[in-house]
């Protein structure tokens, strides 16, 4: 279990990965040591998996973004086709799903013309594909992490 000081640190650094454990230490009254110690223990304890560098695709030329619906033929096949999908690195992220989808996988591309190519020519092909539905995201006005 986490206690307030462990809650704080997360929500810190997820504010500002980039924070030194002293200048965390300095806003919890606390010393460095403690903040090293307690993150250290949030790591082993899987809660804190890493740090990350969050990029604007969009400013990097990857102007769609869209979301893929995947209908399997069969529950058996699903690892297979992530075997598949995770070969394409426009795929950004694979969710298993209940509901209407088996699989629904988040797709960034650089033009309607390349989402065209990754569809008909490297995700339908996909024999245990059995349908997809895509829905374009027009924009991402919400985006977080989980708050502590």
Do not use: W
């Amino acid at each position: 279990m986490i206690d307030n000081l462990d809650k704080a640190i997360i929500s810190t650094l997820q504010d500002n990965a980039r924070i030194s454990y002293a200048e965390i230490a300095k806003q919890h009254s606390v010393s460095p040591a403690t903040i090293h110690v307690r993150v250290e223990k949030l790591r082993q304890a899987g809660i804190i998996t890493g740090t990350h560098v969050h990029v604007d695709a969009r400013k990097l030329g990857y102007d769609v973004c869209c979301f893929i619906g995947i209908n399997l033929a069969r529950a058996g096949d699903y690892p297979s086709a992530l075997a598949q999908l995770n070969a394409f690195p426009e795929v950004v992220e694979a969710h298993y799903t209940t509901g209407q989808y088996s699989i629904f996988i988040k797709v960034m591309v650089r033009s309607i013309d390349d989402l065209q190519n990754l569809l008909i020519n490297k995700i339908q092909p996909i024999e245990e594909i059995q349908a997809t539905e895509t829905l374009i995201s027009l924009q991402q006005p919400i985006m977080r992490q989980i708050q502590v």
